[in-house]
Structure formats: structure tokens, C-alpha cells
């Protein structure tokens, strides 16, 4: 089984910026890809970027591309690597709750697409608020 905990989530004014992070624990691996998605009240989950810490391919929704930015921790151990989510420039319609997943992968296939469905291991969720 895999844990993955999220933090960095808050109330933050618009234009502002947070940085998500996201800790895996538990089963390890080598080939895997984790993602962020949110969730607003009374939409679907979104994703919105993914990321393959063993050699740093990361993949964007169009939408967000610019303003959010994937990365990961720096650590020679990428089978438990902190996954980062960077957002900038942040409006109040980024209001949400978000969420990191992760699915094992086999070698260096090509990325998942961007859907909950392609996602097995789940946290918890943060939220962040942005206010005008």
C-alpha cells in the first residue's frame, strides 16, 4: 500500500502563490508518476499536472500550464521522492480542494493521462482559498 500526504493548502489572496507538497510512504518503487487534481464544490476532479520522479518528465492540462509548475524534491532516492506543485498568479476560481495521486508504471511508458480514473493511490486532499 502506498500513503500519500498533501500539505501547503491555505487561504491566500488573489495574485498570490502557495506551494503544495506531497509525500509518498509505504510501498516503493522505481517507475512511477504522481499527479495533482482539485476539486471545487460542485465540479468534477481535474487534473491538472503529472510528474515521473525517476527521470523528470512532467506533463501540464493545458489550462494551468504557465501558472502551476510540478517538480520534486532532490534526493538520489527517487522511489519516495516529495512531489511539489508551485502556483502562481492565483485567482479566486482556484478555489479547490487538491489532491495528489500516484499510480506504479511499468519502465518509462509514456505518461498517463490526466483523469482520476488512471490514478490508484490517493491523499487526503488540501484545501486552498483564494479571495479577491
Known amino acids: 500500500q502506498v500513503q500519500l500526504v498533501e500539505s501547503g493548502g491555505g487561504l491566500v489572496q488573489a495574485g498570490g502563490s502557495l506551494r503544495l507538497s506531497c509525500a509518498p510512504s509505504?510501498?516503493?518503487?522505481?517507475?512511477?508518476?504522481m499527479a495533482w487534481f482539485r476539486q471545487a464544490p460542485g465540479k468534477q476532479r481535474e487534473g491538472l499536472a503529472s510528474?515521473?520522479?525517476?527521470?523528470?518528465?512532467?506533463?501540464?492540462?493545458?489550462s494551468e500550464k504557465g501558472r502551476f509548475t510540478i517538480s520534486r524534491s532532490t534526493s538520489s532516492d527517487n522511489t519516495k521522492a516529495t512531489v511539489y506543485l508551485q502556483m502562481d498568479d492565483l485567482k479566486p476560481e482556484d478555489t479547490a480542494v487538491y489532491f495528489c495521486?500516484?499510480?506504479?508504471?511499468?519502465?518509462?511508458?509514456?505518461?498517463?493521462?490526466?483523469?482520476?480514473?488512471?490514478?490508484?493511490?490517493w491523499g487526503q486532499g488540501t484545501q486552498v482559498t483564494v479571495s479577491s
Open positions: 509505504g510501498r516503493t518503487e522505481s517507475n512511477y508518476v
Open positions: 510528474m515521473r520522479p525517476k527521470d523528470g518528465e512532467t506533463a501540464y492540462a493545458y
Open positions: 495521486a500516484l499510480r506504479f508504471t511499468i519502465g518509462t511508458q509514456a505518461l498517463p493521462a490526466l483523469e482520476s480514473s488512471e490514478f490508484y493511490y
